[in-house]
């Protein structure tokens, strides 16, 4: 029996079951130390599969002193501990696994050059394309080759002299054009001596040369001159005129091309031919080229100054270059929507040497000022504006005129479907001629006519039938001698 004790205190005795541990209980408990041992690590790595990095085993530390009867022998080494349950840390320094991967690092370094070159490129693309001188040029030229055009426009002048009364004008104009068709609208107030006068007006031409014209507010117009002539007119006159004014008044009138036929054998096949000249200029692309070359080269419209921006419009300051205008209208005669143009009507000229740079006297105190804005990326002209002011000793003017243009944007024109033709123009006006001179005459045979009276003399009758300018008017629509 003492010989089995001996035995059995010369084998180390280990705890397998406390040894034996499972991968989820290395990743889950740090590690403690084993009766009678303290290891030098106390965590234990796990080793990564895609990681090459060999592990080396860390030698466990012992403690001499232990006593307790699990305890090993220092002369035993814990193979099964170290096999089990392997202390370990690598060697090689942690950092990222994409640092690892050369083609990702050199396909990083590319694509951050790229965009190094590309900033570049695109600031230098930008600051060509943001040129002042080529925004403007852009800007004509993208206008003079539009193939529809919408304008709105509003015209203003205050007149104020110590010598008369003052006068405010204001004129709104809405136009469009669609290849040869367009339209216009026109409105027209004007204050004057305390007296406000409206009238507006409309006017179209089609595809086939005809015109239509149409003229609003009449009556207003008629009602406040019987207020201004008071009672000096005769009632018959008054019913006239009355009867004439509903009979247009809102009513479009047709001058179609064969009615300019009477008037000019020309004129129809003239305008039929300018309108298919200027069509074919905008469908033919090296025609429009030709222009706008042409205008790269003498650039007349100049820029002063730079305005900034406003609602994605960059403003410019403009004067006139007379020289790039002369030599650009020499240039002009040469195109071939010039001779286009010329020889559908032989009277179209232009002579270069007429265009002169305007001198401005001494006493003229008049300014002219020219802005215009422009679309920054689009370059398309959204606002135009000249203000002309003047002030003198004893009065002072100004001028304005906005203009709004929109292009290629749909545009409709079609001709009216209710309308009165020149010819009936022509009896209405017959019919108040008619009745107008017969009430002066009935007048004139009356012998309780009053001399005294409002009514005009005998003899100024006399002279109006003879060559008054309402007379000569009325004589180029009727036809009359």
């Known amino acids: 029996m003492p010989d089995e004790n001996k035995d059995i205190e010369q084998q180390p005795v280990v705890n397998t079951q406390e040894n034996n541990f499972s991968n989820d209980s290395m990743s889950e408990k740090p ?24 592990i080396t085993p860390v030698e466990p530390s012992f403690n001499p002193t232990a006593t307790q009867d699990n305890s090993v022998s220092m002369a035993e080494p814990l193979t099964n501990m170290a096999t089990t349950q392997p202390m370990v840390t690598s060697t090689k320094p942690a950092g990222p696994n994409w640092l690892k991967n050369k083609k990702l ?10 965009v190094l070159i590309g900033g570049g490129t695109t600031l230098a693309y930008t600051s060509w394309y943001q040129n002042p001188k080529k925004v403007l040029a852009d800007a004509v030229i993208n206008m003079v080759t539009a193939k529809t055009s919408i304008y709105t426009g509003k015209f203003t002048m205050n007149m ?3 010598y008369s009364e003052k006068m405010n004008i204001e004129v709104n104009v809405d136009a469009k054009q669609a290849d040869a068709t367009g339209s216009v609208d026109v409105g027209f107030k004007i204050v ?19 015109l239509y014209v149409k003229v609003q507010d009449l009556k207003s117009i008629v009602a406040e001159l019987k207020t201004t002539l008071g009672s000096g007119m005769p009632q018959s006159v008054i019913d006239a005129i009355d009867k004439f004014v509903n009979k247009i008044d809102g009513v479009w009138i047709r001058v179609s091309s064969d009615d300019m036929k009477t008037y000019s054998d020309s004129y ?3 305008q039929k031919c300018l309108n298919k000249a200027v069509d074919n200029f905008k469908k033919n692309q090296n025609d429009t080229k030709e222009v706008t070359n042409l205008y790269q080269k003498n650039q007349f419209i100049a820029i002063d100054d730079e305005l900034g921006e406003t609602n994605g419009s960059s403003g410019y300051l403009l004067s006139l270059n007379y020289t790039a205008l002369k030599s650009f209208a020499k240039g002009f005669k040469s195109t071939k929507i010039y001779t286009d143009l010329k020889a559908c009507d032989s009277s ?14 001494s006493d003229d105190t008049s300014e002219v000022t020219n802005k215009i804005w422009i679309s920054t990326w689009g370059h398309q002209i959204t606002k135009f504006e000249t203000k002309v002011s003047g002030k003198g000793e004893y009065s002072k003017n100004l001028a304005l005129l906005t203009v709004e243009p929109k292009f290629n944007q749909t545009v ?21 001629y008619d009745s107008i001179y017969s009430s002066y005459e009935a007048s004139i045979n009356d012998t309780s006519y009053d001399t005294n009276s409002d009514y005009p003399a005998a003899s100024s009758i006399d ?13 180029q629509f009727t036809n009359k001698p």
Do not use: C, H, W
């Open 268 to 270: 129809s096949t003239t």
């Open 348 to 361: 179209f000229n232009i002579d270069e040497e007429q265009i002169q740079e305007p001198e401005k006297s």
């Open 105 to 114: 690092i050199i396909g990083l370094v590319i694509a951050f050059t790229i």
């Open 412 to 432: 409709t024109v079609s001709a009216p479907k209710d309308f009165i033709t020149l010819t009936d123009l022509q009896t209405y006006i017959e019919e108040m």
């Open 192 to 210: 004057y001596s305390g007296k406000t006068f409206q009238l507006s007006g409309s006017g179209l031409y089609d595809s086939k040369g005809d």
């Open 463 to 475: 002279s109006t039938k003879n060559g008054n300018v309402f007379d000569i008017l009325l004589n």
């Open 31 to 54: 590690a403690t130390s084993i009766d009678g041992y303290s290891p030098a690590v106390q965590q234990p790595v796990p080793v990564l599969q895609n990681d090459t990095t060999p």
């Open 160 to 162: 104020d002299d110590r």
